[in-house]
């Protein structure tokens, strides 16, 4: 019998207290509920993506197919593909950005975090 793992990769999105945005690395852990009461799934890309911009909630972003560098206000990018979860929580200011690392398709789920609602995401601290 295959051991489950306890952790899924995760790379969080934030705001700083100047209202930029920056990440981190880190993980959530396997078999919690998330208190959620809808999800959306995509497949398109609107060009107005690609440029800076806020997440529009605090949500869930599970990468289905694609791999997508991101890039935050430092100039810093991160990669996401499927395995890595995207925590998007830089709400406010300029917000990120990205772009196709290979192809030209990005399928996604979107899960919105309510209001109050726990991400369960655990950073890597070095």
Do not use: C
């Not at 869930?60 to 995207?86: A, D």
């Amino acid at each position: 019998m295959n051991e489950t793992p306890e952790f899924i990769p995760a790379i969080r999105l934030m705001n700083t207290p100047d209202g930029r945005s920056t990440f981190e690395t880190g993980k959530l852990p396997v078999l919690k509920t998330i208190s959620t009461s809808s999800f959306r799934i995509s497949n398109t890309v609107e060009e107005w993506e690609k440029s800076d911009h806020p997440a529009p909630r605090k949500q869930y972003v599970v990468t289905v197919k694609g791999k997508i560098r991101f890039k935050v206000s430092s100039g810093k990018t991160f990669l996401i593909e499927p395995g890595i979860i995207l925590l998007a929580e830089d709400v406010e200011g300029k917000g990120h950005s990205w772009e196709f690392e290979e192809g030209e398709t990005w399928e996604r789920l979107y899960i919105p975090i309510p209001d109050h609602g726990e991400s369960f995401f655990i950073p890597d601290y070095k």
